[in-house]
Structures are given as structure tokens and as C-alpha cells.
């Protein structure tokens, strides 16, 4: 083994993939070929490695590099070089030469043990001196971490994340457990998590391995809805993934339970076996839904039918018999459900029963599971209604930075209503936490529609309370003339009942386009996206269209849709910056989407006069300005709050000229066009067609093959999720233990 050592004049080659690098190094004033793993290195870095040479066939001789560490370069010219590479978060050329010209061969030193004395710099405040000096420490941790866990097939992007979650603990971390990985860093799955151990040594029998396996396998039955997994099918599944036999995996799934790592339950035919939240959480809210419905309330002193008649009178209305009955079961009744299609009136009874609680004088508190359902709400209502999680007063334990809500048993919400729409998109864990925060005596009304698609996250909340006939239930099944005049409403609504759709009816708003190749789809989107549709009704193609697919892959999948759409909708200009993340361009004007919640991101409006915090998955945006000196990009969401994002953390940001139906529950667009083409069959159901349609307020466009279309129709098979709530609430009425 061959030591050398030198600064690092051009990258040849990187792939971002397994860090593969061919870089020119200057070394003992000559410049040699390096080849290897070295996923950190930069231009202008004076590095050390260890290696041997070796004499490629074509390419002459090279140094073959295993391992190399990274040196404090020795010229000014080599620290003006490494410093304006773009590593360091503040400093970019112009801001390299600066200080390199006031610290000389002592500015790396300055960096990193007295960052604020930069302050002596034109340009640089205290604020600034303390990022820089802070992005080179992380810098630094970060570029030893790659080095040490490159060895083991970690790659880069995924270092990052780790060093975020861990910080200096990281390599202790990994190297201890690299079970832990998949369980607390996204994309990192268990079979990486896996495959690492196995170059660590670690015995495939070992009882690590097969708990984090079996642990494992409930998580990810999680992404598919479930709260449990019955026991055969547990270990069914962790046996495959793990590739040992069953008897092992036995043995420990008991083991786990006296850890009380997981739950064993007691069930009809074998045993269900839950994570431990999951299991609390179901029976809580079973707990709390009886509790809460049981409540005795002192007779209201009210004639609902005069109340009801004046409302109808002051707002033009005339409501239905079921609406009528929702409005007294809302004043009767501790928790109900209302529940029904488009164009039944949800809206407008739920606005009644505001109004005859208001002149009540109570405290009603309105909330949605997401940011833009409860924009909807409050669009709809008039009043104020907050996501689940701000009403929860969401927020961060101290010790190990968990979300943890305020709002809870031991501080309950001062309410004496609370209204919760969209409830389909609520999983079994949030509603369980609602629930919580809920005094006794408190009204609790549900809104949604138990056709749409359920939860992304587990359970079958809204369904599992509806077909347990404990709940007092109102569906709403009369469409009002006004709203038979929506193409989109009877045809959603048919879609319900698998009929055949009426398409193309002249003048109206659900039009279908038929093509048969992929390729003709997609033109024929991008088209109606970018000239047709706005020229035709005069919109907005950015704000007023939304594309909806099925899936991610795929011609007409998200991610292909996506970059066709930038590239006619928001495309390449010299005086429009962008930036490469990974294998996506982001440009200023891009609209994109924030894909999971992020409960701290600051933001402030325009001219900074007011701000807050809360940026949530599925909210809309578009890119306002990238600073590429300082590594942060602007979004612009709701038309005034500005929120910013450094670089690494734009893993949370999505592209949504496109997205995916799932996504777009509890929104809804003046315009969508939905690709109809082959898609594996879960994909090609009813509910996520009828989901889709039902998002758009104006026009539905279907482009596509007919005959998916009605096979769409026609599969209303609705993939099962282990979830026993329905089972817990029929219990309490099967054991007369319900009040009637």
C-alpha cells in the first residue's frame, strides 16, 4: 500500500450512485489519475490517499485508491479554491476571495476555531459568521462520516440523512445496529439496513437481525393500511425477507412481546399481532368514541324546527329530510357521522348546525386533517378551521425531538363542538390523539365522504365507525338540481354505482379523450396542459390545472409527467435560476408540492409583516427565488407565505404539475385531467377514480383507452386492511354495554 498526497484539479467522473470518482490530482508537480471511491472530494481539496498504482490498458497509469482523508490545503490559492467549491453554506467565489485576502493561510483556522472574527470581512454580520462557521463544523463531521460508511456501501445522500438523525453519534450508531436505519431513516429499507450488517459480519440467525426483521415487516404492513397483521401471515412474511425458517421467527416474535416491543392479541381464529403505538392507539379510540357518544346532555331549550326554518329563510336554502335529521342529530347526539357524495349538501348542513350552535353561544372549534382541506373548510364555512395538528398545538419533546402534542388528556381543547372534515384521510393514530384532547360533554361531528380513498397512513377510520352501527350515522344521498347540472357530480356518483359514465355531453364540464398509446397520452396532456384547456376557458395552466395519475411510473406516471410539463409549463430561461437536486432541476416559477408535513418550517409573507410556522404535506407552491450563494430556495404557498429551504432539505419538496391521486385527497382545482392507461389493477379502481374525479370544481378532462376507463368502473374491489376497530365498537353493543 502507496501513500500520496495533493490537491484535487479536476472531477473527471462521479457517479452519485456508489461514489465511483475519476479526478486529476496534483502531485509532486506533476498531475496524476486517481480512481475510486471517493464520494466527498472536491475541486481545489488537498487530499491524502492511500492506495496503489495501477496501468490501465487505455488510459495509462493510475492510482487505485481504498481510503483517503482529506487535508487542510497548504496554499492560499488552494484554500480560496476548496472554500469556493460550494461545500460552505454562505460562501460562494466572490465571498472565498474576501476572506482569503483579510486571513490568508490562517482562514480554515479562523473557520473553525474563532468564526467570529469573519465579522472583520465586508460583508459577513454575526449572523452570517455563525452560519459559516457552523456549515463548516457539519461540513467536516459529515465528510468523515462519508468516509467511514462509504466502506459498507452507504451512499452519500443517504449519509446525509444519517448524520441528520444522529449527528456525532452516527458511525457509533451504525456500526452497533444498522438494523436501526431502516427503522429511522427514510429510503433506507431493510434490506440495505441488511446488506450492511452482512459486511459487518453479523450472523443471519442473530436475534437482531430477525426482531428488526420482524419489526420490519408490521412497519411496512403499515404502507399498506394495516393496524395488526395476524400471526401466520407475520410470520409468513418475515420468513420470506429474513430467508431463515419459521421456527426462528417464532420463537422471538414472543420474545418482542415480553420486550413489549409489539402486542399480541387474543383473536377470533389465531392471533393479531400489532406495534405497541398501533394497539393503544385502536383500543383508545374505541375507548373514547363510547365515551363520548355515551354522554348524557341536559335538553337543549330550543325549537329546532322554528330554528331550522329561520335559517332556511335568512340563507336562502331549503334543506333536505336528511339534512334536517343530521342538524338534530347534531344537537342529540355525543359523536355522529355525516357522511355523502358531491352535490348531497355536506356543506350546507354542516354550515346550519354552525349557525344554530353559534346562537347557542358555544365554543366550536373546525379541523381537517390537512393544510388545504382546511383552507377548504374555512373557504367554505366562513369561519377559521385549523389542521388536526395546530388545534393538537403540535410540538417537539425537549429530550429525544419526537412530535408530541399539547392538547391531550391532560389539557383538553375548551370546546363544546368540534367539527372534523375529510375524515376518510384520517389514520387510526391521529384520530386517536383527537380523541384524546376532547373533553366528555363535547360534541363531536364527522364529515366525509367513506367512498373516497382511505387513510395513507393505518386503519379504516372513518369506514370501520360507519359499519359498526355504534355511531349514530347521517348519509347524504339526495343530489340537488342545481348540482344535476354538474356532469361532475353524476358522474361521480355513477362511477358509485358502476354505471356507465356520460362523456363528451355537449357544453358541460367531463369531457373524455380517447387514445391508445402511451406516447399519444402523454402529448396529448402536456398539450391540453399548456395550450388547449388555458386557451379554450382563458386559466391559468400553472394555478388552474392540476394533472392527476394513478401511479409514479410509467410514461404517464408522475415522475414523467412531471418533467414534460416543466419543460413546456416553466422551461429553461437564461434569466430564470435553477438549481440540480439529485436527478430533478428546480427552477424559480416551478410548482411543486411539500411532501410530508413539517410542523416548524418558518414562514413569512411577502413584505415580512407577518409570519408563522407549519408547512404541511400536500400544500401547493411555487418557487419564488433561489440564492445560490447562501443554498436556499424560496417557496411561495397560498399566494403569500414564503417559506425557505436550505438545500438539504429539499428531499422534502416534490414537483406538482403532476401528482398523485392519493396526494391530492382533501384538495380540491378548478381543472384536472387524469391519464386513463394499464396500471397494475389495485391502481384501477373505483374508489381512486372516483377520489380523482371528484377534485375538480369545474372541468374533468379523461384522456385515455376506453376500456380502462370502465374496467375502472366496474372494480370495486377494495383491497383489505387489518384493522379491528368496526370489531371493538360492535363488541360494546353485542355485550349490552351501549346506552340506546
Known amino acids: 500500500m502507496e501513500k500520496i498526497k495533493g490537491m484535487v484539479v479536476e472531477i473527471v467522473f462521479k457517479n452519485d450512485d456508489n461514489g465511483y470518482t475519476v479526478a486529476a490530482l496534483e502531485h509532486s508537480n506533476?498531475?496524476?489519475?486517481?480512481?475510486?471511491?471517493?464520494?466527498t472530494i472536491t475541486v481545489g481539496e488537498t487530499i491524502e490517499l492511500d492506495g496503489k498504482w495501477i496501468n490501465h490498458k487505455m488510459y495509462g497509469p493510475q492510482f487505485e485508491v481504498s481510503s483517503f482523508i482529506p487535508c487542510t490545503p497548504e496554499s492560499e490559492e488552494g484554500i480560496y479554491i476548496y472554500l469556493s467549491a460550494g461545500l460552505i453554506k454562505g460562501i460562494g467565489p466572490k465571498m472565498a476571495r474576501k476572506i482569503v485576502d483579510v486571513f490568508g493561510l490562517n482562514t480554515l483556522d479562523i473557520i473553525q476555531m474563532n468564526p467570529e472574527k469573519l465579522t472583520q470581512v465586508d460583508g459577513i454580520g454575526k449572523k452570517k459568521a455563525e452560519t459559516i462557521g457552523k456549515s463548516f463544523q457539519d461540513n467536516r463531521e459529515l465528510r468523515n462520516l462519508i468516509i467511514s460508511l462509504s466502506k459498507y456501501g452507504i451512499t452519500p445522500n443517504y449519509c446525509l440523512k444519517i448524520y441528520k438523525k444522529y449527528k456525532n453519534k452516527s458511525i457509533q450508531i451504525v456500526e452497533t445496529n444498522p438494523y436501526k436505519l431502516a427503522e429511522d431513516i427514510r429510503g433506507i429499507g431493510f434490506k440495505l439496513a441488511d446488506n450492511i450488517a452482512t459486511k459487518m459480519g453479523i450472523d443471519r440467525h442473530s436475534k437482531d437481525r430477525i426482531s428488526q426483521g420482524i419489526i420490519y415487516t408490521l412497519t411496512q404492513s403499515l404502507s399498506e393500511g394495516h393496524t395488526y397483521l395476524p400471526k401466520s401471515k407475520l410470520i409468513k412474511e418475515a420468513s420470506k425477507l429474513l430467508e431463515i425458517n419459521d421456527e426462528y421467527i417464532k420463537d422471538i416474535v414472543f420474545k418482542l412481546a415480553l420486550d413489549q416491543?409489539?402486542?399480541?392479541?387474543?383473536?377470533?381464529?389465531?392471533?393479531?399481532?400489532?406495534?405497541?403505538?398501533?394497539?393503544?392507539?385502536?383500543?383508545?379510540?374505541?375507548?373514547?368514541?363510547?365515551?363520548?357518544?355515551q354522554y348524557e346532555f341536559d335538553d337543549i331549550k330550543l325549537n329546532i324546527d322554528k330554528e331550522i326554518s329561520s335559517i332556511e329563510k335568512e340563507d336562502n336554502i331549503t334543506l333536505a329530510n336528511n339534512q334536517k335529521e343530521a342538524v338534530i342529530q347534531a344537537l342529540q347526539k355525543g359523536v355522529m357521522v355525516v357522511t355523502g357524495g358531491p352535490g348531497t349538501g355536506k356543506t350546507t348542513t354542516i354550515n346550519t348546525i354552525i349557525k344554530i350552535f353559534e346562537n347557542l353561544k358555544m365554543n366550536i372549534?373546525?379541523?381537517?386533517?390537512?393544510?388545504?382541506?382546511?383552507?377548504?373548510?374555512?373557504?367554505?364555512?366562513?369561519?377559521?378551521?385549523?389542521?388536526?395538528?395546530r388545534l393538537l398545538e403540535m410540538g417537539y419533546s425537549s429530550e429525544d425531538e419526537e412530535m408530541v402534542f399539547m392538547k391531550s388528556e391532560d389539557d383538553q381543547l375548551d370546546a363544546d363542538v368540534v367539527i372534523i372534515d375529510e375524515v376518510s384521510m384520517v389514520d387510526i393514530l391521529l384520530m386517536y390523539n383527537l380523541l384524546k384532547a376532547i373533553k366528555p360533554g363535547t360534541r363531536v361531528i364527522l364529515v366525509g365522504d367513506s367512498d373516497q380513498l382511505p387513510s395513507v397512513g393505518a386503519g379504516n377510520v372513518l369506514k370501520d365507525i360507519i359499519d359498526s352501527n355504534i355511531i349514530k350515522v347521517v348519509k347524504l344521498d339526495e343530489i340537488f338540481r342545481q348540482a344535476k347540472e354538474s356532469m361532475i357530480v353524476v358522474n361521480a356518483h355513477k362511477i358509485n354505482k358502476g354505471e356507465k359514465l356520460d362523456l363528451n355531453v355537449k357544453g358541460k364540464d367531463f369531457y373524455f379523450i380517447p387514445k391508445y398509446e402511451k406516447e399519444d397520452i402523454l402529448k396529448e396532456i402536456v398539450n391540453l396542459a399548456h395550450k388547449r384547456l388555458p386557451d379554450y376557458y382563458k386559466i391559468d395552466n400553472l394555478k388552474d390545472i392540476q394533472i392527476l395519475s394513478p401511479m409514479r411510473k410509467g410514461d404517464t406516471g408522475v415522475f414523467n409527467l412531471n418533467l414534460c410539463l416543466q419543460n413546456v409549463l416553466n422551461p429553461n430561461d437564461k434569466f430564470k435560476v435553477e438549481e440540480k437536486f439529485q436527478k430533478r432541476i428546480f427552477r424559480v416559477g416551478d410548482k411543486v408540492m411539500q411532501i410530508k408535513n413539517n410542523y416548524t418550517k418558518k414562514w413569512k409573507n411577502d413584505d415580512e409583516t407577518k409570519d408563522g410556522e407549519g408547512v404541511y404535506n400536500g400544500d401547493i407552491g411555487y418557487i419564488y427565488h433561489i440564492d445560490k450563494e447562501e443554498k436556499i430556495v424560496y417557496i411561495l404557498f397560498d399566494e403569500y407565505k414564503i417559506a425557505q429551504y436550505d438545500y438539504n432539505e429539499l428531499d422534502e419538496i416534490d414537483h406538482s404539475f403532476c401528482t398523485t391521486i392519493h396526494k391530492s385527497q382533501g384538495s380540491e382545482f378548478p381543472v384536472v385531467i387524469i391519464p386513463i392507461t394499464w396500471a397494475p389493477p389495485m391502481l384501477l379502481t373505483r374508489n381512486l377514480l372516483y377520489t380523482a374525479v371528484t377534485r375538480a370544481k369545474e372541468l374533468v378532462v379523461l384522456v385515455g383507452d376506453i376500456k380502462y376507463l370502465d374496467y375502472m368502473v366496474k372494480n370495486n374491489k377494495i383491497y383489505d386492511r387489518y384493522s379491528n376497530l368496526n370489531i371493538k365498537l360492535s363488541r360494546f353493543k353485542d355485550e349490552g354495554l351501549l346506552v340506546e
Do not use: F, W
Open 365 to 389: 372549534y373546525l379541523s381537517a386533517p390537512t393544510g388545504r382541506a382546511a383552507k377548504r373548510m374555512s373557504e367554505t364555512t366562513g369561519k377559521e378551521a385549523k389542521t388536526i395538528h
Open 30 to 39: 506533476d498531475e496524476v489519475t486517481i480512481v475510486g471511491c471517493m464520494p
Open 261 to 293: 416491543k409489539i402486542q399480541i392479541e387474543k383473536g377470533p381464529v389465531e392471533d393479531n399481532i400489532y406495534l405497541i403505538p398501533y394497539y393503544i392507539s385502536e383500543n383508545g379510540v374505541c375507548k373514547k368514541l363510547i365515551e363520548l357518544s
